[in-house]
């Protein structure tokens, strides 16, 4: 259709939206919100960069995005509206590694320079880079050697019943809540296996 703006989302969209949104004319400009936005959580911004499984990947410029969290309105260009999508895309992997669709598993690794060292029951995590150590107690350090044997989130609750049953109606939690706060930490490295049934 010659001379319309964005034809085929008009045509996607016309059963769902009303007529007066997909018959205008004008466009809608936003760069004032954008820059209060990013003004007003640009620490949020940053950390999600600090610990950003795109930026491990090697799938976004850690140095470009943080520019642009820092950029004022007059400098403005492109990297400002790219960290709509970083944000975007970044929340859509976590998410697929927080709730792994059928057919995949979590698998978790140690992130380079991470150690773990046992100790009796427990055992010690160390980042050789930092200098950081996190100690683990006997159901964590269980839970992590089962996860870093290839098991996935399921599997390592299944091992944690099988020696704890009294874990069996928290355990998917707080497997879940353990492997946040390792990854908030820098420590891990998660991807998803899709060969692998769950």
Same mark, same amino acid.
Request: charged residues 20%; aromatic residues 2%.
């Given at each position: 259709m010659p001379g319309a703006y964005k034809p085929l989302t008009r045509a996607a969209m016309r059963p769902v939206m009303p007529a007066e949104c997909l018959e205008r004319t004008t466009k809608g400009e936003f760069s004032a919100e954008i820059y209060q936005g990013l003004c007003r959580h640009r620490g949020q911004l940053l950390t999600l960069l600090d610990g950003s499984l795109l930026v491990e990947r090697g799938l976004a410029d850690a140095a470009a995005l943080r520019r642009a969290c820092v950029r004022t309105p007059a400098e403005g260009g492109p990297g400002v509206l790219a960290l709509d999508v970083f944000i975007a895309a970044e929340n859509w992997l976590r998410a697929l $590694?927080?709730?792994?669709?059928?057919?995949? @598993?979590?698998?978790?690794? $140690?992130?380079p320079g991470v150690t773990l060292t046992p100790i009796d029951e427990v055992a010690v995590l160390l980042d050789e880079h930092t200098g950081h150590y996190r100690q683990l107690n006997a159901t964590a350090a269980l839970v992590l050697r089962s996860l870093l044997a290839g098991h996935g989130p #399921?599997?390592?609750?299944r091992d944690l019943v099988r020696i704890h049953p009294a874990a069996t109606p928290t355990a998917e939690a707080d497997i879940? +809540?353990? @492997? +946040?706060? $390792?990854?908030?930490?820098? $420590?891990?490295?998660?991807?998803? #296996?899709w060969e692998q049934t769950r």
């Open positions: $590694l927080a709730y792994p669709r059928p057919g995949g @598993v979590v698998r978790v690794s $140690l992130r #399921d599997g390592a609750a879940a +809540a353990l @492997v +946040a706060q $390792l990854r908030a930490a820098n $420590l891990i490295v998660e991807t998803v #296996d």
